[in-house]
């Protein structure tokens, strides 16, 4: 499976951006999806996740309220809505594929993992 981010950039504090991860195939969609990101020198840190039918979804503490995961009806694409954007969200964004169906917070759920897309937020 390869995945594929895009929409990262550059936005001002209190701004918005749109994250997409497109899977290559259509295995993904008995698979939880979900995002996180790496700040440098930091680890890498749970964002958001959604489960394979995509009505359940769970988000990290410091970006509930303000981020979103959505994905389309076949299930091969995820989206990250990020609004209010803060310069602490300033990182890299990575998509991956679970080995369940449930959302899940652990990086160890998460097998297939896509390139990464910068995002970064200034003051």
């Known amino acids: 499976v390869q995945l594929q981010a895009s929409g990262g950039g550059l936005v001002q504090a209190g701004g918005s951006l749109r994250l997409s991860c497109a899977t290559s195939?259509?295995?993904?969609?008995?698979?939880?999806m979900g995002w996180f990101r790496q700040a440098p020198g930091k680890e890498r840190e749970f964002v958001g996740s959604?489960?394979?039918?995509?009505?359940?979804?769970i988000y990290a503490d410091n970006v509930r309220g303000r981020f979103l995961i959505s994905r389309d009806n076949t299930g091969d694409t995820v989206h990250l809505q990020m609004n209010n954007l803060k310069p602490e969200d300033t990182a890299v964004y990575y998509c991956a594929v679970s080995r369940f169906s449930y959302a899940g917070r652990e990086l160890a759920h998460y097998n297939y993992w896509g390139q990464g897309t910068q995002v970064t937020v200034s003051s």
């Open positions: 195939r259509r295995t993904s969609s008995n698979n939880a």
């Open positions: 959604i489960a394979w039918r995509g009505g359940t979804t």
